[in-house]
């Protein structure tokens, strides 16, 4: 084998290649982005989860508040309540 047709051979495996991974990568659900790397495509599933998620989260959020809120108040009254007692 020549030198030229070491250096065709390498372009064709390297090509192949390249095609496979590319194949591989998009079954398995992966494009790459700007930067060139590797990142997942969200699915209309995935998309909807992260929305519930971030639903929920705001939620608990407002509950939190109120709970702490009424905790602030609850305690307010039993000081007062106290400061009656004596």
Same mark, same amino acid.
């Given at each position: 084998?020549?030198?030229?047709?070491?250096i065709?051979?390498?372009?064709?495996?390297?090509?192949i290649?390249?095609?496979?991974?590319?194949?591989?990568?998009?079954?398995?659900?992966?494009?790459?982005?700007?930067?060139?790397?590797?990142?997942?495509?969200? /699915? %209309?599933?995935?998309?909807? &989860?992260?929305?519930?998620?971030?639903? =929920?989260? +705001? !939620?608990?959020?407002?509950?939190?508040?109120?709970?702490?809120? /009424? %905790?602030?108040a609850?305690? &307010?009254?039993?000081?007062?309540?106290? =400061?009656? +007692? !004596?």
């Amino acid at each position: 084998m020549d030198w030229p047709e070491a250096i065709v051979a390498i372009i064709i495996i390297v090509t192949i290649a390249k095609f496979l991974n590319k194949r591989r990568n998009e079954r398995l659900g992966l494009v790459e982005d700007v930067h060139g790397d590797l990142v997942t495509i969200p /699915d %209309r599933g995935t998309q909807q &989860l992260r929305e519930d998620v971030k639903y =929920l989260k +705001d !939620r608990v959020a407002v509950l939190e508040k109120l709970a702490t809120e /009424d %905790r602030d108040a609850y305690r &307010l009254e039993n000081e007062i309540e106290k =400061l009656r +007692d !004596r």
